[in-house]
Nanobody, 130 residues
């Protein structure tokens, strides 16, 4: 599978901000549904924010709504997750993902099994600590 390349994770204080980047060299992102997922130790994977290229809908998990923003730049062939007002519970490994096959909403994409999404980033650690 083609992998996406992530960057931007790190250590940040509560209330701070980070911007995660996901670059796809071979994917025309205008035609791909994209999303960000996270997983903390002892917890199940959570869909943070997903955008469907099928119906152009955007979904945010309730826990991040109003704080996180997903965006895309077709010219740069990349997409980002802007994270503001970070909280302790945002600490996790964050993964970007993409799929050409999805014919569902962004909300549905954020609940899909990992095996359903063919393209994944390598993961980047976000740690929120005082």
């Amino acid at each position: 599978q083609v992998q996406l390349v992530e960057s931007g994770g790190g250590l940040v204080q509560p209330g701070g901000s980070l911007r995660l980047s996901c670059v796809a060299d071979e994917l025309a992102l205008d035609y791909y549904s994209i999303g960000w997922f996270r997983q903390a130790p002892g917890k199940e994977r959570e869909g943070v924010s997903c955008f469907s290229a099928w119906d152009h809908s955007t979904h945010y998990a309730d826990s991040v709504k109003g704080r996180f923003i997903i965006s895309r730049d077709s010219a740069a062939n990349a997409f980002w997750l802007q994270m503001n007002n970070l909280k302790f519970e945002d600490t996790a490994v964050y993964y970007c993902a993409a799929s050409y096959e999805i014919r569902t909403s962004g909300q549905a994409m954020c609940t899909m099994a990992s095996q359903t999404l063919p393209y994944w980033g390598q993961g980047t650690q976000v740690t929120v600590s005082s």
